[in-house]
C-alpha cells in the first residue's frame, strides 16, 4: 500500500525566509511519481512539481526547488525568499504505474508567511 | 479552456435528502476521481474510472455512487446524505495513468445539517 506523510502540519515563517516542506512516502512500486501541489486561501488545487522515480535530478524552479532522495523515501520542497502569496496548503502525492494512477495524498503543511 | 468543471459550487442539504455533484472535463481524459477533503486533511478518493462504463472504488466510497457513460461526463451521487459527508468534494481528470499531474475542478463545498 501507498503512504504519503507530511509531518509538518504547521509552519510560519517571515518573509524573505527560505522554507522546506518535508514529504516522506511508502510505496512497494519500482516506477511511481511524486507530485507537490499548492492550495491557496481560494481553494483551488494548483499542480507544482513532478518528479518519477527513476530520476533523482533535483530542480531548482526561480525560488522552487526540490530534493528526491530515494534512499531516504523522501520528496522536500524548498521555497527560497518566501513572500506572503506563498501562504497556502501544500500536499504531497504519490502515484503508482501499477495502481490504476491513484494517487495518495499527505495530509498538507499550511504555510503562513507573514509580512 | 474549461479543464474540469464541477456544479455545484456550494450547496446545503438536510440529513436523508439525496443530491447528485456533476462533474465535466473537456480534454478528452479517460481517467477521472472524485475526492473529499475534510478540514484539516488531505484528500481522500471516493470512487475513480479508467474510462467510460468503468469504475471502482476508492479508499472511502461508502454512501455515495458513480456512473461513468461518457468520457467527459463523471457525477458522483450521494443517497442518503448524512453529517459525516459534509466535505469539500473534488474532481480531477489526467490523461494517462499516473505519471501526469492531475487537472481539479475548483470543488463542492457541501453542508449536510
Known amino acids: 500500500a501507498q503512504k504519503v506523510t507530511q509531518a509538518q502540519t504547521e509552519i510560519s515563517v517571515v518573509e524573505k525566509e527560505d522554507v522546506t516542506l518535508d514529504c516522506v512516502y511508502e510505496?512497494?512500486?519500482?516506477?511511481?511519481?511524486l507530485f507537490w501541489y499548492k492550495q491557496p486561501p481560494s481553494g483551488e488545487l494548483v499542480f507544482l512539481i513532478r518528479?518519477?522515480?527513476?530520476?533523482?535530478q533535483n530542480e531548482i524552479s526561480g525560488r522552487y526547488s526540490w530534493n528526491f532522495q530515494k534512499s531516504t523515501s523522501s520528496f522536500n520542497f524548498t521555497i527560497t525568499a518566501s513572500q506572503v502569496v506563498d501562504s497556502a496548503v501544500y500536499f504531497c502525492?504519490?502515484?503508482?504505474?501499477?495502481?490504476?494512477?491513484?494517487?495518495?495524498f499527505g495530509d498538507g503543511t499550511t504555510l503562513t508567511v507573514k509580512p | 479552456n474549461a479543464g474540469v468543471t464541477q456544479t455545484p459550487k456550494f450547496r446545503i442539504l438536510k440529513i436523508g435528502q439525496s443530491m447528485t455533484l456533476q462533474c465535466a472535463q473537456d480534454?478528452?481524459?479517460?481517467?477521472m476521481y472524485w475526492y473529499r477533503q475534510d478540514p484539516g486533511m488531505g484528500l481522500k478518493l471516493i470512487y475513480y474510472?479508467?474510462?467510460?462504463?468503468?469504475?471502482d472504488k476508492g479508499e472511502v466510497p461508502n454512501g455515495y455512487n458513480v456512473s461513468r457513460s461518457t468520457t467527459e461526463d463523471f457525477p458522483l451521487r450521494l443517497e442518503l446524505a448524512a453529517p459525516s459527508q459534509t466535505s469539500v468534494y473534488f474532481c480531477?481528470?489526467?490523461?494517462?495513468?499516473?505519471?501526469?499531474?492531475?487537472?481539479f475542478g475548483d470543488g463542492t463545498r457541501l453542508s449536510i445539517l
Open positions: 474510472s479508467v474510462g467510460a462504463g468503468i469504475t
Open positions: 502525492a504519490l502515484s503508482e504505474d501499477a495502481n490504476a494512477g491513484k494517487s495518495t
Open positions: 518528479r518519477n522515480s527513476f530520476d533523482e
Open positions: 480531477a481528470s489526467r490523461p494517462d495513468r499516473a505519471a501526469q499531474p492531475q487537472h
Open positions: 480534454m478528452n481524459h479517460n481517467y
Open positions: 510505496t512497494r512500486d519500482t516506477t511511481y511519481y
